[in-house]
């Protein structure tokens, strides 16, 4: 950090605010500051604190698939901001299976990796107890962690899923179903909490056959929409849990005489160029990946207090067209 | 490999099949062998491999941007492969800077790790040499290493633009525009002389102002089929150079009153939604990071001749919509 306030001609305190991506610095400092970086690069940073505290100047980060968008913006936000601190980062999916999940976990401990940055797949993360106490920085994110505490980045699941129900109510919709993950799932047991809270506000009732939890593969997604579509009170618009349940959504909608509704959890690319457009509660995954890794490392610079952290970040609704239809019965 | 063998009831033979995905082996012993694989773990492999060999059991994988779609799914398929193989995975994006993938290229090789999967931003390898001499087997993907003989796995670049141009030809285009990456980069100069050689082959001629190469940013894009579309001769057909070409293609072809065809390289999710569906040159991200990690792997078992290898696979046209328009004027 000397060497690179030294090169930028700049003080430490700046030097940390650019690397934390914190406000009040110049464009031009910004970049002064980033140049110095990548000229003195990773393997000095490396070494220097090597010697100096004793790390390996690695992260792990497991998430539950690397092939997902989503958790692909999210990986690079944490690459970015583990890189400004000259750490690498391990990667690796758990594929929502817990046992792999802490398989990963523990292999990456075993490298003495300095921290953790853990989409949990499981709900018990007491064996991460002795690795915590023995000095292992661990940051959960998307998810909090279960039966331990510790800190934490979620997305305001509930929040936002409510404002995407109550804009479709807005519309003239009384009956909505709802399509989610599996409901073991943190995530998508707070967004169907969401769904749920927004129907009864409205004072609407919630039909069983009105929701499904389970896998999102499209024939689960299919299955569970045709259930809806055909009952004796069909829905009439639908709130899609996530990005995965929304594009098979997309597709049957797309064959059907009759227009429903959709507004789906998570924005994706191309969303505005499909006929109708599609209405999304956006979540911001590199914003997750970014404020998990920069809690991390203030953690691991002893900056923060003993309390465990819970940040969430807001979902917002872009409304473009799929979530303004108004009911066709 | 032997606690596996015999937990499955299976020869070492068959548990090197399916670790390796070689045929012959039914889906039934395939999903033996797995449960027998994750029942024993990554830890136990893991020290098993150390003390036998010596290595770390990790791989260290440079790429691009883990944020774009096509890394992800590469990304996965060389995680699959590593952990069957009972590995870890450092992974980093270069952001096709050539000082930072040799950055990141020497940090993995300063942890230790067995072996490389490298997509090249730069095209001078030999600092490389000195690692590949001590034993990192290190194999390049998407594209092949600069001033070095080493392994590769590549798309068949050249030949699939060579399909995807004849196919506007074929639907009566004579003045086609082509956009692709920055011109330094391989995977953009094998596209540019398939889209060469194809208009060669057809007898027509190609404008200077019929083609473009730089950064995929939309402005760039923009400004590009701008110039194609404006000039004394305009194009009528358009071949992107890449999905992140085609994406913006597609935002500013749809609001044109002219229809323009359009045929791009990369598949990419919901191409067959938008209007007109997106004719696409699909290649397969995931064969790339399955064939590139099982080479490493089979190098790092000595299974190999010492020659260099050279894997090329097709890349497929996928006729949807776009690519058929017929010329417009």
Same mark, same amino acid.
């Given at each position: 950090m000397k060497d690179v306030a030294a090169r930028a001609g700049v003080g430490l305190k700046t030097v940390s605010r650019v690397v934390n991506e914190e406000p009040g610095v110049t464009p031009d400092t910004v970049a002064r500051v980033q140049s110095a970086i990548d000229a003195l690069g990773f !393997? !000095?940073?490396d070494s220097a604190r090597l010697l100096r505290t004793r790390r390996t100047a690695s992260v792990g980060l497991v998430l539950e698939d690397l092939a997902d968008p989503f @958790?692909?913006?999210?990986? !690079?936000a944490v690459e970015d901001v583990a890189r400004a601190?000259?750490?690498?980062?391990f990667t690796g999916s758990s594929a929502e299976n817990p046992r792999r999940e802490q398989e990963l976990v523990l292999a990456f401990c075993a490298r003495r990796v300095d921290g953790l940055v853990v989409v /949990?797949? =499981?709900?018990?993360h007491r @064996?991460?107890? /002795?690795?915590i106490d023995a000095g292992v920085?661990?940051?959960?994110? *998307? !998810? /909090?962690? =279960?039966?331990? *505490?510790? *800190?934490?980045?979620?997305? *305001?699941?509930a929040g936002g899923t409510r404002t995407g129900v109550a804009h479709l109510i807005a519309h003239g919709h009384r009956r909505i179903g709802f399509i989610g993950d599996q409901p073991g799932i943190h995530t998508a047991g707070e967004r169907l909490r969401g769904y749920r809270e927004a129907m009864a506000d409205a004072g609407l009732p919630v039909r069983p056959d009105w929701y499904a939890m389970g896998p999102t593969t499209p024939e689960r997604v299919?299955?569970?929409?045709?259930?809806?579509l055909s009952g004796p009170e069909p829905v009439t618009a639908l709130f899609a849990g996530n990005n995965r349940v929304t594009v098979t959504a997309v597709r049957v909608l797309s064959g059907r005489p009759q227009p429903v509704a959709l507004v789906g959890f998570d924005d994706f690319e191309l969303a505005d160029l499909l006929d109708p457009p599609v209405t999304v509660v956006a979540q911001d995954p590199a914003g997750l990946g970014r404020n998990a890794a920069q809690l991390l490392f203030r953690r691991l610079d002893g900056a923060t207090s003993e309390e465990p952290s819970r940040v969430e970040l807001p979902a917002r609704l872009i409304a473009r067209g799929s979530g303004e239809i108004p009911p066709a019965y």
């Open positions: !393997r !000095r940073n @958790y692909g913006a999210l990986s !690079r601190h000259g750490a690498l980062l /949990p797949a =499981g709900d018990d @064996y991460l107890t /002795p690795e920085a661990t940051v959960f994110v *998307d !998810r /909090p962690a =279960g039966r331990i *505490d510790a *800190d934490v980045v979620l997305t *305001d699941n299919r299955a569970a929409l045709a259930t809806m």
